[in-house]
């Protein structure tokens, strides 16, 4: 496998936290976001999307972050990533939607590029619209854990909501977001944290990361 993808990408972060559970093997190849590398014509030529994550598996490059780790657990349902009984992957799923389709669209790159050129709005108010809408979803979020009484984890190990919440959370943490009302995500952020697969998938570990490289 080689996944295409940037460090600080939330969604190729979720894709590698995905891999790192499942226990696959893959090539992390750098697509720079801040170059436009993900507009590049061989880039969507085989991404038409023109984004990332892109997965290169099993003769097929698959795209969107959200299908291709529906995708790993069912082509390789070793260490599942969405828990046995229906009513606990409706929980899963419930959360983990809330953030992926909620806080990505709003939140991502090309928005944030937006507001800032064309629209010429100052990096205050873009910083501004970003807190807002993370707490439209992590404080449901949040009080769902709670109606829940999730631990740790949500259930009994890191499965797809640990998956997308990490990304979100460190995102969170880049643009200075006040977490300490979210006691159970930040509970579970360092839980995941502390364990080897969230360390390696973490942006800083990344191969294309200035952090690595310095």
Known sequence: MRLFGYYRSSTSYRLRIALELKGLEYENVGVNLLEDGQKDPAFTSRNPFGSVPMLEADGRDRAQSMALIEWLDEAYPENPLLPESIEDRYTARELTYAIATELHAPLNLPVLKYLKKPLGHP???????YRH???????????????????????DKPGIFECILIPQVYNARRFHYDL???PRIT????????????????????????????
């Open 123 to 129: 990096q205050s108010v873009i910083d501004h619209w």
């Open 133 to 155: 809408w993370l707490k439209r979803t992590l404080d449901p979020v949040e009080a769902r854990l709670k109606q829940l009484d999730a631990g740790p984890f949500l259930f």
């Open 180 to 182: 300490t009302l979210h």
């Open 187 to 214: 509970r579970i952020e360092a839980a995941c944290l502390a364990l080897p697969a969230f360390q390696r998938a973490h942006p800083d570990k990344q191969n294309d990361s200035p952090e690595r490289n310095a």
